[in-house]
């Protein structure tokens, strides 16, 4: 096992952005810097590290003691205890469990801060409540802002809306993003396939080449093996007409290869990943991405800032 091997710690499900030279050109470029975005709901196990920005069409699950960067959704957007996320964009409502932490909240409904969670900004479509102890710096509602965690009187509702949150929010269209994961999908599912792949697998070694089959079940407790063969610039294509389903305990690596190494699963279902398992490329779901969420570990936050509440008139 040598340095390019990439763990999702305690089977939280991470579709890694390992994007080389060869394999970006055959991807629509917007799509380059996500690590997943999905045509359907959106989960992230516990415990998992999420290394690019999450966009979904519709909610998305973060687990408790996960760090993630940005998260886009088309829906709503829930963040487990002791999380960490860069800035959350919701259409719907927004929440950050207890003792987690997020920068900018952008919701299009109502937004929640869990007791002693933490935020930088927050705009809310409706109300917002502040949990015991959270903290946060400036918090605009249409709502009324309340809970323990508001150090201010002024909670009267303001005049924000949808559209002026999403004047706020950096730009990211989930439709068109889906509209070029399709593209991305019909040139990865062109190239001529050099291997046939079965509906179950336990542990194997694969060589660089273009992979076709249906759903894919991996055994669980396999050892998933990418051999680079000492290439620079390695590439895996995954094209799968079904879901992807790896059950628990398995383990993925790519060992023999240079930095330029390229994994990438195009698939035509589900990608569904079992407790305890390590998955290594990226990946392409046009349903949902889910994945076993096992016990959390908890972790030490800094101490609250006092809040300020205001009434935004955009």
Known sequence: MNKYWVNISLGGILLFNSIGSIASLLLAPDLVGYSAVAGAALSVAADSVVTDDLGAKAAVNIGASTQTKNIYSGAAVAAGAF?????????????????????????????????????????????????????????????????AGTNSSSVGAGAITTPAISAYKETFDIEQALIQIDISQKSLS??????????????????????????????????????????????????????LVVGAGNRFEIINAGPGASVIWNLGGALDLGAGTSFVGTAFVTGAATAATPNARSRSLPPPTPARTHSLTP
Not at 219 to 239: K, R, T
Request: proline share 2%.
């Open 83 to 147: 999380s960490n996320s860069g800035n959350i964009f919701a259409i719907a409502a927004a929440g950050i469990a207890a003792n987690a932490s997020a920068k900018n909240i952008y919701a299009g409904a109502a937004a929640v801060l869990g007791a002693g969670a933490s935020a930088k900004n927050i705009y809310s479509g409706a109300a917002v409540s502040l949990g015991a102890s959270s903290s946060s710096q400036d918090v605009y509602a249409v709502g009324a802002i309340t809970g």
């Open 190 to 243: 062109s190239l001529e396939h050099d291997f046939e792949l079965g509906v179950g697998l336990g542990s194997n070694t694969f060589v660089p080449g273009i992979y076709k089959g249906s759903a894919l079940t991996i055994a669980s407790n396999s050892i998933i093996q990418f051999d680079g063969n000492d290439e620079e610039a390695p590439l895996w294509v995954f094209n799968l007409g079904a879901a």
